[in-house]
């Protein structure tokens, strides 16, 4: 049987259509962030943002709250790990969440012609583009075709981690996660100064792939809470990354 009643061609009742707010400064964008994975994590989520109405409102124009530089791995969703819909998030993925000309451009765009006030980096626990790189760099066999790419991007937080005594997977993806929110500052002067200016933060987040947590990795935008999702207390990986 159906759920929703639709099949048939008949609409079956709608619930209330749900709204969330968009704000316009970093340090409430983190918190909706914060607040949408609480959400999540709970089992609870409204998915805001995401019905037929809402979908005709944006259709003329976008100001999404957030931009999510994050892997490309399917488990990582943001619209869905968040409880957010259409039009709220500006989403960049690559696997291993890398800086290069294309995802720095979109960043970029999102920043000064869409307003967007929060970049996020996220990445995540037992990244395979981590691991690509670890072993490439311990056999100094290069993967094939274009994946040099992918892990010559991430190359540097390995040899950072390398240097800080750090060699576990999920260790590094930290480091990882820290050293693109610097490349995209800086190697993008203009998003350096958007955040100079106050208009927007660039915070790196990490994703737990069993319990859905995200924690924060560097810290918070000014004047905004702890990243404080149920469960986030009890990753061992949060103190060592605070
Ligand atoms: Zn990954």
Redesign the pocket.
């Given at each position: 049987m159906s759920r929703s009643g639709t099949l048939g061609g008949q609409p079956g009742p709608q619930r209330a259509a749900d709204r969330a707010p968009t704000p316009t400064e970093p340090a409430r964008a983190y918190a909706e962030l914060a607040a949408g994975n609480r959400r999540f994590v709970s089992g609870a989520p409204r998915h805001p943002n995401q019905d037929a109405g809402h979908r005709a409102a944006v259709a003329d124009g976008q100001h999404p709250f957030a931009v999510i530089v994050g892997?490309s791995?399917s488990r990582l969703a943001a619209e869905i790990i968040f409880d957010r819909g259409l039009g709220d998030l500006f989403v960049v993925r690559t696997?291993?969440h890398t800086a290069g000309p294309e995802v720095l451009g979109s960043v970029e765009y999102a920043v000064t012609v869409l307003g967007t006030p929060l970049v996020v980096v996220l990445?995540?626990d037992s990244?395979?583009?981590v691991q690509a790189a670890r072993e490439a760099a311990a056999t100094g066999v290069a993967p094939p075709g274009h994946l040099p790419a992918v892990v010559d991007a991430v190359l540097p937080s390995l040899r950072r981690a390398t240097a800080e005594g750090v060699d576990d997977v999920d260790g590094i993806v930290d480091i990882h996660i820290a050293q693109t929110v610097e490349t995209l500052l800086g190697q993008s002067p203009v998003l350096a100064d958007e955040v100079a200016q106050g208009r927007c933060a660039v915070v790196g987040m990490s994703y737990r792939l069993a319990a859905g947590v995200v924690r924060a990795v560097t810290p918070a935008p000014a004047g905004a809470a702890t990243f404080d999702a149920p469960g986030a207390s009890d990753d061992p990986a949060a103190s060592a990354a605070a």
């Open positions: 892997c791995d696997a291993g990445g995540h990244c395979g583009a």
